[in-house]
């Protein structure tokens, strides 16, 4: 029985003892790497900053395509970039608002509960902006 006991005891040690090297290995490496989900596309992790010319060309495309909170917002000006959250933002609140909008159109005529205007506005908005995720 104390054979068994510390044959399983040195099993656990040495086992602790390799989770402890290659864990922090392994956390460092898929850091920047796409990620991906079963049956879709890799998705890429949102950049840290924006720059602001993107920012207010993609606020322009949402408002052209009839956001009223796009519309209302200011362009960002005298700095290079701006937090990613600006764009997270801006982006989700013409995507809510957009999908009230079109709450009433016929599903034929919707992607994502918006009309197909609206999405590709969004999209575009988004890949201008450089973001994957909001």
């Known amino acids: 029985m104390n054979l068994i006991t510390r044959t ?29 989900e079963s049956g879709t596309h890799a998705v890429v992790a949102n950049p840290k900053t924006i720059k602001t010319a993107a920012y207010n060309q993609a606020r322009s495309i949402l408002a052209n395509a009839g956001s009223q909170t796009a519309a209302k917002s200011h362009p ?5 970039d701006v937090p990613v959250s600006y764009g997270t933002s801006l982006l989700a609140a013409a995507r ?39």
Not at 96 to 115: C, G, I, N, V, Y
């Open 96 to 134: 809510d608002e957009f999908r009230q909008t079109d709450k009433h159109l016929p599903a034929k005529d919707k992607k994502s509960d918006m009309s197909i205007p609206h999405y590709n506005a969004i999209h575009s908005a988004a890949q201008t902006m450089g973001i994957d995720r909001w």
């Open 8 to 36: 399983g005891l040195a099993a656990a040690v040495a086992v602790g003892a390799v989770a402890t090297v290659v864990a922090p290995a392994s956390a460092a490496i898929s850091t920047d790497h796409a990620r991906t």
């Open 76 to 80: 960002v000006h005298g700095k290079p």
